[in-house]
C-alpha cells in the first residue's frame, strides 16, 4: 500500500516538473521579411531549427513582402505576451509605433538581418547582422580589380560601364549595398554606373529588370558588368542575358551578393563571378543572444556582427560541397 502511494505522488511529482518546465518555456515572436529569395528560405529554415534545437517555442509571421503584414505581427505578439520579438524589418522606416508598444510591454526587440530608422531605439535590445556597406565594398573592390585585369582590359578596354540592379526599395540591404559600392566606385574613375532599377529581390525582378536594361542599350552595348544587390536577382538576369544571346560570365563580369547555391552553380559553369556570402544559417547565433539576454546577460553590444566573405569561381565547387554537407546534416 505504502509502495503504490509512493508511486502515485512520483507521478505526480514528475507531471508538476513537466507541466512546470512547459510553462517556464520561452515564447518568441519572429516576424519575418517573407520567402523572396532562396537566401531568406535558408534563413527561415535556420530560424526554424535552432528554436527547436534550444527548446524554444517561436512563432513565426512570413509578411510576404509587406511591410504592414509585418507590423499587425508584432502588435498580435505582443497581445500574446511573448517573452521576446524578433524582427527581420521589409523597410526601415514606420516601426515607431509597434515599438514603443513593446517597450510598454516590457517586451524586448531584437532586430536582424536588416535595419530600422526609429526616434528611440532603446525597444531594441540587439541587432544581429551582417555589414551591408562592408558587403557593397567587397562588391566593388572586387570589381574594381577584376575590370582591369590584362586579359579583360585588352579585350574591353580601361571604361566600366555597370547596370545595377537594386533591392527592395528602402530597405536597409539596397540602401548600404548600394552606397558601399559607390564609395569604392568614387576611388575609381573608369567605374560608371550607367542604370539602375529595383527588381526586389526576386529571381524574376531581376529577369525583367535585365530585359528592359538589354533593351535600352541595345544588348548591352557598351557595359562592362552587372552588379545585382542580391544573387536571385543575378540569376534573374542571366537567365535574361542567356534568352537574349548574351554570354554573362564571359563577355560581361556578374558580381553580386548572398553565396546561395545556384549562384555558386553558375559560378561553376562560367556565368557568374563572384558573391559576398550573407550566412543564412545564424539561427543558433541570433538565439543565443536572445536567450542569453533573458537568463540575465545585459552587456550586449549594439550591433552583433555577421562576418561576410567574398567568393569566386576559384571556390565556387568547394562552397557547393559544403551546402550539399550542411543539407546532409555533416
Not at 527547436?52 to 509571421?61: E, L, P, Q
Not at 586579359?151 to 549595398?177: F, M, Y
Not at 527588381?199 to 557598351?222: C, P, Q, R, Y
Request: charged content about 20%.
Amino acid at each position: 500500500m505504502h509502495y503504490m502511494k509512493w508511486i502515485a505522488g512520483a507521478i505526480a511529482g514528475a507531471s508538476m516538473m513537466v507541466a512546470a518546465t512547459a510553462a517556464s518555456a520561452l515564447t518568441v515572436g519572429f516576424a519575418q521579411t517573407g520567402h523572396e529569395s532562396d537566401w531568406r528560405t535558408a534563413f527561415s529554415a535556420s530560424m526554424q531549427s535552432a528554436a527547436k534545437a534550444a527548446g524554444i517555442d517561436m512563432k513565426f509571421s512570413d509578411a510576404d513582402q509587406k511591410p504592414e503584414n509585418q507590423v499587425k505581427a508584432v502588435h498580435a505578439f505582443i497581445a500574446q505576451r511573448v517573452d521576446a520579438i524578433i524582427i527581420a524589418p521589409i523597410v526601415e522606416t514606420g516601426w515607431d509605433e509597434v515599438l514603443k508598444e513593446a517597450k510598454d510591454a516590457k517586451i524586448p526587440v531584437f532586430i536582424v538581418d536588416r535595419d530600422v530608422k526609429v526616434a528611440d531605439r532603446s525597444p531594441i535590445v540587439a541587432r544581429i547582422a551582417a555589414d551591408f556597406h562592408l558587403e557593397g565594398k567587397l562588391a566593388g573592390a572586387w570589381l574594381a580589380q577584376a575590370s582591369q585585369l590584362g586579359p579583360w582590359q585588352a579585350k574591353h578596354g580601361s571604361e566600366c560601364n555597370i547596370v545595377e540592379l537594386q533591392g527592395t526599395v528602402g530597405s536597409s540591404p539596397a540602401i548600404l549595398r548600394k552606397k558601399g559600392f559607390e564609395d569604392v566606385m568614387a576611388l575609381f574613375p573608369y567605374m560608371h554606373i550607367v542604370k539602375s532599377q529595383s527588381g526586389d529581390f526576386t529571381t524574376t525582378g531581376g529577369k525583367e529588370v535585365m530585359e528592359s536594361f538589354i533593351k535600352a542599350t541595345d544588348g548591352l552595348k557598351g557595359i562592362c558588368a552587372v552588379w545585382s544587390h542580391n544573387d536571385n536577382m543575378q540569376l534573374g538576369a542571366i537567365q535574361a542575358m542567356k534568352e537574349a544571346g548574351l554570354h554573362p560570365g564571359t563577355d560581361f563580369l556578374m558580381v553580386s551578393v548572398d553565396g546561395v547555391p545556384d549562384e555558386f552553380k553558375a559560378m561553376v559553369a562560367g556565368e557568374a563571378n563572384a558573391s559576398v556570402e550573407l550566412r543564412s544559417g545564424i539561427g543558433p547565433e541570433i538565439f543565443a543572444v536572445i536567450k542569453g539576454y533573458l537568463g540575465g546577460k545585459h552587456d550586449y553590444p549594439k550591433w552583433v556582427k555577421i562576418a561576410s566573405t567574398l567568393h569566386t569561381q576559384a571556390d565556387a565547387q568547394h562552397m557547393i560541397d559544403w551546402w550539399a554537407a550542411q543539407k546532409k546534416g555533416g
